[in-house]
């Protein structure tokens, strides 16, 4: 079974830092891309940031770019996002998502096929 669990959410200051954690079981860590996804309130989601676990290709959104930084550990089949300078506007529900395949995205997705339960981040003014 097809597990991606999402971990690392909280409450935490306006500057502040978040770590979050996928770890995913179930499937064949590589070839694939994990990426994060975030809803807020209201909103649409919106793509995060991704990894390539075969080539270590990192994407970012724009409200992530030189906030934000994605790493993946292949040994312990977990991507993390670390988080900082975070905004009370990086309040959101964080889901993590793996696509099969070389690349990844941002943008699109639908080209996602597992996704993990999401994990609540919450920053205060």
């Known amino acids: 079974e097809v597990q991606l669990q999402a971990s690392g959410g909280g409450l935490v200051q306006a500057g502040g830092s978040l770590r979050l954690s996928c770890a995913a079981s179930g499937f064949t860590f590589d070839p694939h891309a994990i990426g994060w996804f975030r809803q807020a309130p209201g909103k649409e989601r919106e793509g995060v940031s991704c990894?390539?676990?075969?080539?270590?290709?990192?994407y970012y959104g724009d409200s992530a770019k030189g906030r934000f930084t994605i790493s993946s550990d292949n040994a312990k089949n977990t991507v993390y996002l670390q988080m900082d300078s975070l905004k009370p506007e990086d309040t959101a529900v964080y889901y993590c998502?793996?696509?099969?395949?070389?690349?990844?995205?941002?943008?699109?997705?639908?080209?996602?096929?597992?996704w993990g339960q999401g994990t609540q981040v919450t920053v205060s003014s």
């Open positions: 990894i390539s676990i075969s080539s270590g290709n990192t």
């Open positions: 998502a793996a696509l099969n395949g070389y690349g990844c995205s941002v943008v699109d997705e639908t080209l996602y096929a597992y």
